[in-house]
């Protein structure tokens, strides 16, 4: 079955520390790959996704993600947070050299920042 | 550009009335997503068009929920008979679809639906 799993529920970090929020995923091919941020009351806004090629990918806000094929993880990273960055973030998974297809999310991790 | 828009943001119904949600995808984009968000559920999908034809609904939790998308723009999602279940977060997204894949979908900012 095809699913997304985000560990880690909530996380604290204190403003200026790095970040790493888990994503792992069960596909039947390689998918498509994003991450979502969502701010509260608000959409989601795209942070950054991967098609193929570098498996280091930049995004928005100065976001990376990595993926690992043999890991099956697509782990979003930033070196230093802001307060600003506090918020719900979600991994999902679309169906490859597709021309559209439904994405299958994770729970979400939500991330909290200590001044 | 303009984005993918939602209305109403809020609806408050009570149990047993039927209610409508409106998307506006962005302008060109074929494809056009309902996902519904909530507590103990999370983000689950629940139909994609693609023109004015949907070719996987297979989200729909029952036969109370539809949708129906015209001149391949502006779709609305129609619930009947509403539920206190059904209170969540409905949100859209559109994306390009284009021949190739590379697909990637933009969220509207929701409705929050709240069935009392």
């Known amino acids: 079955a095809q699913s997304v799993t985000q560990p880690d529920i909530h996380i604290t970090v204190s403003e200026g520390a790095s970040l790493e929020l888990r994503c792992n995923y069960s596909?039947?091919?390689?998918?498509?790959l994003f991450w979502y941020v969502q701010s509260p009351g608000q959409g989601l806004q795209l942070l950054l996704k991967?098609?193929?090629?570098?498996?280091l990918v930049q995004g928005i806000k100065g976001f990376e993600a990595e993926f690992k094929r043999s890991q099956s993880s697509f782990n979003l990273r930033k070196p230093s947070v802001h307060w600003s960055d506090a918020a719900e973030y979600f991994c999902?998974?679309?169906?490859?050299?597709?021309?559209?297809?439904?994405?299958?999310f994770g729970q979400g991790t939500e991330l909290s920042v200590k001044p | 550009g303009a984005g993918v828009s939602q209305s109403p943001s809020n609806k408050v119904t009570e149990k047993g009335k039927d209610v409508e949600l409106r998307c506006d995808p962005i302008?060109?984009?074929?494809?056009l997503y309902w996902y519904r968000q909530s507590l103990g559920q999370g983000l689950e999908f629940l139909i994609y068009?693609?023109?004015?034809?949907?070719?996987?609904k297979s989200g729909l939790p029952s036969d109370r929920f539809s949708a129906e998308r015209t001149g391949g723009s502006v779709s609305t999602l129609t619930i009947q008979r509403t539920q206190q279940e059904d209170s969540a977060v409905y949100l859209c997204?559109?994306?390009?679809?284009?021949?190739?894949?590379?697909?990637?979908?933009?969220f509207g900012p929701g409705t929050r639906l709240t069935v009392l």
């Open positions: 997204a559109s994306s390009l679809a284009r021949v190739g894949g590379q697909d990637t979908q933009y």
């Open positions: 596909y039947g091919a390689t998918p498509y």
């Open positions: 991967y098609f193929s090629g570098d498996t």
């Open positions: 999902a998974v679309g169906p490859p050299y597709n021309q559209g297809g439904k994405l299958i």
């Open positions: 302008s060109g984009h074929t494809a």
């Open positions: 068009f693609q023109g004015n034809s949907a070719p996987d």
